[in-house]
């Protein structure tokens, strides 16, 4: 007698099967196909996991789930325990109350593939999890490998937001700690994109800044690089000017900062120096891959090249026209340029 191996199929509400034109299938009969099987497109498929089913069907108690028996020639799928064959007997079919069993490794799941227990989401190895793909626990989002987790891709723990690493995160993309805005490395920030400590603006890099873009520390105005200003832009300490003029070239001018950021050179540089650059998971290297394990949580990571590097990429795509912007600037320092660029103008 040839082996028999067994496992599991499902077939629509009619006990029909998606792969071919056989008809409606009955319980105690044998099914042959006339050639050798080839996975996903010759022969009668089926497959040894009964979670591994549901890759193929939706987890849907209408459908209708049977063990059987494959006696005939068998080839197996490399990436789940999907098997073809050519000869396959449907040996019983199985109570919905059963399929939530068979298709668990856990205890008390409602979904599939799951090897935790109290799981009503799929694939998830931890426990009381609602979502889909967890690996840690009471996690009622998708994606997450830590604990308590709400939101979606989250690696940490506690986070309600998407793609966070860090701990009591609200907001989305934070590596910090107790952040409710978005992109934050910092700590206790509630405004987005800050890397310091305890702002409430966004984009500061320095401490207690009500304002934005701040890399001093106490400011409650814009732009500031000093500290404790209210002003705009300033460089030293207890400013109020809110239009100061530029220095260009470590040089004095004319323009009035406002000006400057109007100007043609900054809108070039927004729309074209860029640093941070998102790389896709199959874009990755291996290295990459190793030096950033969280990878498959977020679906790849954002990869910061240098400030000159930034600078190449921008200059090389751009026209004769826009540099030509940067040449005319007033105070022009082609050495100064190029330290502060890499970029030689000469």
Partial sequence: MDKITKGYKVFTP??????????????????????LPVICSEGLHFCLKAGDCFSYYDFDPKNIVC???ATGDIVTHEEDSKCATNALKIVRRLEWSEVLFVANEGAN????SNSG????GDSNSGY???GNWNSGNRNSGNWN????????????????GDSNSGYR?????????????????????????????????????GYRNSGNWNSGNWNSGDRNSGDSNSGYRNSGAFCLDNNPYLVLFDKPTKIRVQDWEQSKAVRIMNEHLNQSIWVPMDMMS?????????????????????????????WNNLGDENKQVFLDLENFDSDAFFQITGIKTN
């Fill in 128 to 130: 009381w999890n609602s």
């Fill in 67 to 69: 063990e059987v028996e």
């Fill in 109 to 112: 799941n409602t979904g599939h």
């Fill in 286 to 314: 291996d290295e990459e891959k190793a030096k950033y394990p969280k990878y498959e949580t977020t679906e790849g990571y954002l990869k910061t090249i240098s400030l000159k590097d930034a600078w190449s990429n921008m």
């Fill in 117 to 120: 227990n109290w799981n009503s």
């Fill in 145 to 160: 490998s830590g604990y308590r987790n709400s939101g979606n891709w989250n690696s940490g723990n506690r986070n309600s």
């Fill in 169 to 205: 995160n609200s907001g989305y993309r934070n590596s910090g700690n107790w952040n409710s805005g978005n992109w934050n490395s910092g700590d206790r920030n509630s405004g987005n994109w800050n890397s310091g400590y305890r702002n409430s603006g966004n984009w500061n890099s």
């Fill in 14 to 35: 009619e006990f029909t099967s998606k792969e071919g034109k056989m008809g409606i299938f009955e319980v105690g009969k044998t099914y042959t196909h006339p050639r």
